[in-house]
Every structure is written in structure tokens, then in C-alpha cells.
């Protein structure tokens, strides 16, 4: 995912839960970030702190922690962490926006599969608020 | 009082999910083109769906869902076209109506995907494609009713379908167990569209006003359709281009339900 629609998906996904548990101002946010999405932190920073709703989120600390891509070949079983300078512009480009296309672009380095899982690294979630209710 | 919301946050926490509603709030209407069944013409009836109402000045999107076998951008030969990087993504306008598929990320490499990335890849595209207003989003379903078809009914809560089927009792017998499991799921079918009819069997006709749903109407088999594949002027020309014409004007455009 973009940035900046990146950005826009964490805060209204966070004042949706601000709402459902009646926090009215939120002091942190945890988040955490996979590895294989490729977020540009600054962009994402500067995005997040234009979007912010004014009341709920100015004064918000945003940690935001990204987490290494990890796969493992289903087929041989053998695991890996991408190298992300072995990926060419292209493919990072695509990856970047989604990243299961990861499958049209790498093997397994050991058996050639395209068969593989990618167990860390994938996706953007919020792993804690802290508010004041 | 400061409090955190450490172990209550799965539900909600993936951050995708909250804004397909938002990318999607200037859409009046989504029908999703499906069948259960593959090959009877679901990306050829979409494109020509897509590409008559854009003839008729609607504003439209099409949307190809099939990761395995997209082919909707043959069919318009989508050629050297590319999305726009603006706060997502935007997609390219093709023959008047704007034009989303898989192809835009994996170029034309194979992308073998089992079921939870399948799902994944789903939502990461309809989270990041701006649309903006439409008056309605087509969007080409690939075959079967797993991972895609659960997907788009769970994250798009009005997508409305309209089902493909051809006059063989085989696909036939497919498709009635989608149109059972979308009844059952209260998700509203607009209506049935028979396709390559090559007799006069009544059959399918029947079979679908004794469950109440809408014939919307027929297609024959068209000899000339294969030649018009990647060529949307001669596309539009075909009889088969002609009869989506014919039932949509019959149908009042598919709108209302
Ligand atoms: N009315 C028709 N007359 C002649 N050929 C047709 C007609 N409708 C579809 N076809 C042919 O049937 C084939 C399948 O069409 P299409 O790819 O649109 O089906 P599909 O349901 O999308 O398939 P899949 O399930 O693989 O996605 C194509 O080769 C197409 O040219
Ligand atoms: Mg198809
Ligand atoms: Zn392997």
C-alpha cells in the first residue's frame, strides 16, 4: 500500500476504535509495518501528520516499528529473509503496492519454488493505543 | 485516566479494511460479474457491459478480480496503459471508463497465489484504488465460488452480482449453487444472463423464474466475437456487443434491484 493511502487507512482505522472505546484523545499509537511493504517512513510520517484529525490525534506519538520480511519455502521448507537489493525496480515498485505479487517475481533460492509463505514482514497493523477516555 | 488497548485490538487493526468503504463511498453501484462456472464469458460480458454503459455517457470503472487468468485487458488491449501514484492509486482510463487488474503489479508473469494471499492481494487493491465517482464499478470475478467470491461479498457489504451461465445443464448446475449460497448470504443477484445459446431450449429461461430471479436475457453463440478480442471498436460491433446493448436497455441499465 501507498503512503499516503497508508496513512489515511491507519487514522481512520484508529479513530473508528477511539470511537468503539470511548477514548477521546489518543496520547500513542503503536504500529507496526512489514518489511516487504517498502513504506518511505518520512513519507509516511509527513503523511500521517497532515491527515491527523485536529482534535483526536494532535497530540499522538506515533512508534512505529517495521518488521523484517521473513519467508519460508512451503516446498522445501528452507527459509530466507529478502534482500531487498535483490529485488529489481520493478518488481520492488509492484511489491510495494501489493505485496503477494512477491509470487510473480521470486523463487526459493534453494529449490526454485514460487510455492512459498511469507510468515513476518507483511502488512501495516496497530499494535496499541493509549488514550484518555 | 490512561488506557491501553493491548489484546482487544485484532479485531479492527488492519488498517485496510476501513478504508474500502472510504475509496468506494462515491460509487453508486458495484455488480460483480460471476458464475461459479469458467469460461461461459464473464470477462467478455463485463467489458461489454462496462463498455456500453460508458458508450451511454454513465461513468464507469471496471474492475478485473481474476489474478489467475485476467483478461479483460486483452480484450480492451489495455496495451502500454499505467496507473497514476497519487495517495494511492488511480487508475488509467481506457475507451472511456476507468480500467483496474492485477496486471498493473505482475505484468503478465504467471502469479500462483493459494487462498489467505489470494485474499490479501484482494483487499491491498481495493484498498488502494481511488476511483472516485462512478455511477457503477463492473468487476470481472474469476471462476468458482472460494476465496474471491467470500472476499468481495465480506468487504464490499453492497456489491450486487449479476450470473453468467450457458445452456448446458453442467453449468447450470454450478451456478445454482452460487445463486443458493448468495440467496442464503442475502446478497442481491440483479439477474441471469444465458450465453453462446446456439437452440431454442427454454430450459435455463424456466429454471431461473421458478427461483424468481430476473432473465435478464440471451446472447447467441457468436462466430465473429473471437476475431474482435483486443480490438474494441470491432468489439463493439459484434452481435454479441449489440445484445448487451439490447439487454441493458431492456433491463433500465441494471439499476434498481
Ligand atoms: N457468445 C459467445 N459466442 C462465441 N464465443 C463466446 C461467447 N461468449 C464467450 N465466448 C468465448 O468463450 C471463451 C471464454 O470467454 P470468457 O473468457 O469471457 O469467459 P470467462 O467466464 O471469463 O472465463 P474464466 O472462467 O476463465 O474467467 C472465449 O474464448 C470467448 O471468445
Ligand atoms: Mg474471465
Ligand atoms: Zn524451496
Known amino acids: 500500500m501507498h503512503e499516503w493511502a497508508l496513512a489515511e487507512a491507519v487514522i481512520s482505522t484508529i479513530s473508528r476504535l477511539a470511537e468503539s472505546e470511548g477514548l477521546r484523545e489518543i496520547k500513542e499509537v503503536k504500529l507496526k509495518i512489514g518489511e516487504l511493504q517498502q513504506i518511505e517512513l518520512e513519507v509516511f510520517k509527513f503523511a500521517l501528520t497532515q491527515l491527523r484529525d485536529s482534535s483526536l490525534l494532535k497530540n499522538a506519538k506515533f512508534n512505529i516499528e517495521v518488521v523484517n520480511a521473513e519467508i519460508k519455502c512451503r516446498n522445501c521448507g528452507f527459509e530466507w529473509s529478502l534482500e531487498k537489493e535483490k529485488i529489481d525496480k520493478d518488481a520492488a515498485e509492484a511489491i510495494h503496492f501489493i505485496p503477494e505479487v512477491i509470487h510473480a517475481f521470486i523463487r526459493c533460492p534453494k529449490c526454485g519454488s514460487p510455492d512459498f509463505e511469507i510468515t513476518g514482514g507483511r502488512g501495516v497493523w496497530i499494535e496499541d493505543l493509549k488514550g484518555v477516555r | ?257
Open chain 2, 1 to 257: 485516566m490512561d488506557r491501553g488497548l493491548e489484546g482487544r485490538k485484532v479485531k479492527m487493526s488492519d488498517p485496510r479494511l476501513s478504508i474500502i468503504d472510504e475509496r468506494l463511498k462515491d460509487v453508486d453501484d458495484i455488480i460483480a460479474v460471476s458464475s461459479g462456472k469458467g469460461g461461459v464469458g464473464k470477462s467478455l460480458i463485463a467489458s461489454a457491459i462496462a463498455l456500453t454503459l460508458a458508450e451511454k455517457k454513465y461513468k464507469v470503472g471496471l474492475l478485473d478480480l481474476d489474478f489467475t487468468s485476467p483478461s479483460t485487458h486483452v480484450i480492451l488491449n489495455a496495451g502500454e496503459t499505467h496507473p497514476t501514484e497519487w495517495k494511492g492509486i488511480i487508475p488509467p482510463e481506457i475507451h472511456s471508463l476507468k480500467y483496474m487488474s492485477i496486471i498493473y503489479f505482475s505484468g503478465n508473469r504467471a502469479l500462483p497465489l493459494r487462498g489467505l494471499e489470494a485474499s490479501n492481494a484482494l483487499t491491498e487493491l481495493l484498498a488502494i484504488t481511488r476511483w472516485g465517482q462512478l455511477d457503477y464499478l463492473i468487476v470481472d470475478m474469476p471462476p468458482g465460488i472460494g476465496d474471491a467470491t467470500l472476499d468481495i461479498i465480506k468487504l464490499i457489504k453492497r456489491v450486487r452480482f449479476l450470473l453468467v451461465v450457458t445452456p448446458s445443464r453442467l453449468a447450470f448446475e454450478t451456478v445454482k449453487k452460487l445463486i443458493e449460497l448468495l440467496l442464503e448470504l442475502n446478497v442481491p443477484v440483479v439477474g441471469v444472463i444465458e450465453n453462446m445459446k446456439m437452440g431454442e431450449s427454454t430450459f435455463i429461461r424456466e429454471r431461473i423464474r421458478e427461483i424468481d430471479l430476473k432473465y435478464l436475457g440471451e446472447i447467441p453463440f457468436d462466430h465473429a466475437l473471437e476475431e474482435a478480442i483486443g480490438d474494441p471498436n470491432r468489439f463493439s460491433k459484434t452481435v454479441f456487443a449489440e445484445r448487451i446493448r439490447e439487454i441493458l436497455e431492456m433491463n433500465d441499465y441494471l439499476k434498481g434491484s
